[in-house]
């Protein structure tokens, strides 16, 4: 399993509120589990009680996108560090369900929870896969979507650091508004320009008579 995979578990806690609308799927055991995704047993462990820490654990991992996006590396760098303490791994080498053409394990890193609850599992992979994107990548490679009132959160993964919005649905809809808002200031300024004209010519006239 590659370590970026795991840093999709804290992008999906984070993005699992939006707070500039006021909306928030986490309210229930269920969705706790669905966000796990595919490790099913470790989401068999989830209980009622998971949904409240999730929360908790979800505010902190917004807070290092939030210190990230206003480029304050150092806070970004102490959230995860604090995370990491709180919440730990130990990384194993797997080879499970990775076979090459002659049968034989892919070995690759996997990390290990031993958790006390389904809370503390989530949040020790979360945290540790985006601590290994933000030193592999940069601090500057977690970001939060900049079309209004979108906060959601994202890797930027693209070649030359360019990724402002977490889809490219957010990307179109910011890119319509700007344009309009173009359209509406070319308009504003050529009505204005008309005015203006029109203000010089009746000068002009009076100034004849």
């Not at 958790?115 to 939060?144: K, Q, W």
């Not at 693209?158 to 649905?169: F, V």
């Amino acid at each position: 399993m590659e370590l970026a995979y795991y840093s999709d578990y804290a992008v999906r806690l984070v993005n699992s509120e939006d707070p500039a609308r006021g909306k928030d799927s986490l309210t229930s055991v269920e969705a706790v589990r669905d966000l796990f995704g595919v490790s099913q047993e470790a989401a068999r462990r989830a209980t009622d009680a998971d949904v409240t820490r999730f929360r908790s654990v979800r505010a902190r991992l917004r807070a290092v996108f939030e210190a990230a996006d206003q480029g304050d590396e150092a806070l970004a760098v102490n959230l995860l560090n604090s995370l990491l303490l709180e919440f730990p791994v130990s990384p194993q080498i797997s080879g499970h369900d990775f076979r090459d053409d002659d049968g034989r394990p892919l070995w690759h890193m996997h990390l290990a929870d031993h958790p006390s609850n389904a809370t503390a599992g989530y949040a020790a992979i979360a945290t540790m896969g985006l601590a290994f994107h933000l030193t592999e990548y940069g601090v500057d490679r977690l970001g939060l979507c900049e079309a209004a009132p979108c906060r959601n959160a994202y890797l930027d993964t693209s070649t030359n650091r360019s990724r402002r919005y977490c889809s490219d649905r957010c990307a179109t809809r910011a890119n319509v508004a700007a344009y309009r808002a173009r359209k509406r200031l070319e308009a504003d300024r050529s009505a204005n320009s008309g005015r203006t004209a029109d203000s010089a010519q009746r000068a002009s006239a009076n100034g004849e008579r």
